[in-house]
């Protein structure tokens, strides 16, 4: 999946905020980009990516 924009994100957060009739409210928003590599015999052996 891609990365949101600044812009994505925010309209996001407010349709998510706008469904709320509380007095207060707070949301968040946040994801992360990472990966695996697995060692065999000093070789990489396998590898993938975490999403």
């Not at 009739?21 to 975490?50: F, M, P």
Request: charged share 30%.
């Amino acid at each position: 999946m891609a990365i949101l924009s600044k812009d994505d994100a925010k309209k996001i957060l407010e349709k998510v905020i706008g469904f709320s009739k509380a007095d207060g409210i707070e949301a968040n928003l946040n994801g992360s980009d990472g990966g695996n590599i697995r060692y065999a015999r000093n070789s990489v052996s396998t590898a993938g990516e975490k999403q």
